[in-house]
């Protein structure tokens, strides 16, 4: 594959442009000789036909976004059918790529981030970053055309000497001979390789959580759980969102130790959810410490409407270091968690600067959450993914799952980042590769309940065989003491789809997912999966 390159400086003396070419098979890191300045743009461009029976994937920017395989002539669709009052009101461009990517919004136009691939049946061409650091690489496909844009996400960066331009790697084969290739490229691999089942206490109960309705529903998961398994206690804890270093003492009287060690008394490791980077209105950290959020053109970052609104921490303040430091020797060391769910990571690199970039700046802020976090395990999530490759145990890969099967029609309006068990779905199986690679994949929980849900029977048996086959983590968030025999025979059933072989996944017509499970070929259609 040949690339046409331009790269632009600014400097004291005027614009510079550098143009060239490379050839790209396998691993290429472009380093250029930079004049001192300021770079505006550096961007490849080459030829690359795709046809009408060819997928194409283009990564999403953060877990959430939603990232299928598309047809030739499909589009990414923006926000600007919105009113942008409301988009600015609910900051609906903040959860995902949309105040710094374009979106040409027209057919035959995709976007993505850090890489894309095409494939024709079992054949794939893989186009990917070998690191971001440098910027995030953003992929832009133009079908109409045949022509692919490769960008690094670097403007306002001093640069003077050698520089990264492009790093990218390129390979032609089967999904394993591409994904593997490319992350020994990389030098990545997962921390582990041991699955993890479990309980979350998110989707049934949400933020109204207690002492007793933990401890209810902790009696309920010992009865069906397995030793080692992993009972995660959800946002709803902390008073507020930010204020980590206490409980809400009207809802956990005692604290959270005492519930860690009652986990630890069933034969269960103790998880526990955090948003460490940032914090909502109302909360104390916020009141007492304004100086400690980071600010873009002298406000407050406002990272989205949860909560009632939120804003990110600035990792560059010793202050927020230190008291991070803090949230996590009393979660980890006094109260005896295991696993840490760290959740809106996204928020703390929402730019960068004239010596780092935004994603520069998100890789330090995972490596920070790794060194806080020492050897204890880390589950990330709302996390750009390439930059927390290697330094989480294990990771969301698409959104969170609804209650339903794709949302309102209102919501469906919003951004690609939404709640959606259908779109949580799609993610989990198009980002099926790195499971095993970069973490072991997270795809949110599945249902066997009856009540407090709108899935369908058929909906729920096929959230949760694709959860089966695809996730390194397998949880689910019901009253498991409420499990009828059948819904206990399908639970250990799940369990065995984790032992799967020859998972293979078809969408010529329709959406096929085929396995073999004790001895048994299998086949699951998963419905209503129109892009």
């Known amino acids: 594959m040949k690339l046409d390159y331009t790269v632009r400086v600014l400097t004291g003396e005027g614009r510079r442009e550098l143009r060239g070419s490379a050839e790209l098979n396998g691993a290429l890191r472009l380093v250029l000789d930079l004049p001192q300045g300021v770079l505006l743009s550096a961007e490849a461009r080459c030829s690359l036909y795709c046809s009408d029976w060819e997928r194409i994937f283009m990564n999403g920017f953060q877990s959430w976004t939603y990232s299928p395989e598309l047809r030739r002539a499909d589009r990414i669709r923006s926000l600007r059918h919105l009113p942008k009052l409301g988009v600015r009101h609910y900051g609906l461009d903040r959860y995902g790529d949309n105040y710094f990517v374009p979106y040409p919004d027209k057919p035959g136009s995709s976007h993505g981030e850090s890489w894309c691939y095409f494939r024709d049946g079992e054949r794939f061409r893989l186009l990917a970053s070998l690191s971001e650091r440098a910027g995030y690489t953003l992929f832009a496909y133009d079908a109409l055309s045949g022509e692919l844009t490769v960008r690094r996400d670097c403007a306002g960066i001093f640069c003077g000497g050698a520089y990264p331009v492009f790093e990218l790697y390129y390979a032609e084969g089967t999904e394993d001979d ?56 959800d946002d709803g804890w902390e008073p507020f969102v930010g204020d980590w270093l206490e409980t809400d003492a009207e809802k956990f009287p005692r604290g959270l130790k005492p519930l860690s060690e009652e ?8 998880g526990l959810w955090l948003a460490p980077f940032v914090a909502q209105k109302g909360s104390k950290l916020l009141r007492e410490h304004p100086d400690w ?6 406000r407050k970052w406002y990272c989205g409407v949860n909560w009632g609104g939120f804003y990110a921490l600035d990792i560059d303040k010793p202050e927020v270091v230190d008291y991070l430091r803090e949230v996590f020797r009393r979660v980890l060391d006094d109260w005896g968690f295991d696993l840490v769910k760290l959740d809106f990571l996204y928020a703390a690199a929402p730019f960068g600067d004239g010596r780092e970039t935004r994603a520069g700046r998100m890789r330090r802020a995972m490596e920070l959450l790794r060194e806080l976090c020492g050897e204890k395990l880390i589950l990330g999530c709302g996390v750009p993914l390439m930059p927390a490759f290697g330094l989480v145990d294990y990771c969301r890969i698409g959104c969170d799952v609804g209650l339903d099967w794709n949302g309102s029609w209102l919501m469906q309006q ?6 959606s068990t259908k779109q949580s779905i799609g993610n989990t199986v198009f980002r099926r590769e790195l499971s095993g690679r970069a973490w072991l ?51 250990e059933e799940l369990l065995r789809n984790r032992e799967a072989k020859d998972i293979r996944v078809d969408t010529t017509n329709g959406f096929r997912v085929s396995y073999t499970v004790d001895g048994e070929r299998k086949t699951l259609d998963i419905p209503e999966y129109e892009k």
Not at 219 to 224: D, N, P, Q, T
Not at 293 to 298: N, Q, S, V
Not at 414 to 419: F, I, K
Request: with cysteine; charged share 30%; proline share 3%.
């Open 263 to 270: 986990i630890h008394a069933r034969g269960l490791k103790a």
């Open 178 to 233: 591409v994904f593997d290739g490319w992350f020994r490229a990389m030098g990545v691999t997962a921390r582990t390789q041991e699955k993890i089942a479990g309980y979350t206490s998110w989707y049934n109960r949400y933020q109204e959580i207690s002492e007793q309705s933990i401890l209810d529903d902790l009696r309920g998961c010992a009865e069906v759980l397995r030793p080692g398994d992993l009972f995660q206690i």
């Open 414 to 419: 919003t951004h690609r980042e939404r709640v």
């Open 441 to 491: 994949n997270d795809p949110d929980v599945f249902f066997l309940r009856e009540d407090n849900l709108k899935l369908t029977p058929e909906e729920k048996r096929v959230l949760a065989t694709v959860n089966s086959l695809f996730g390194g983590v397998l949880f689910c968030s019901d009253d498991m003491s409420a499990y009828t025999p059948e819904a206990r025979a399908l639970y």
């Open 293 to 298: 959020f980071y600010k873009h053109e002298l």
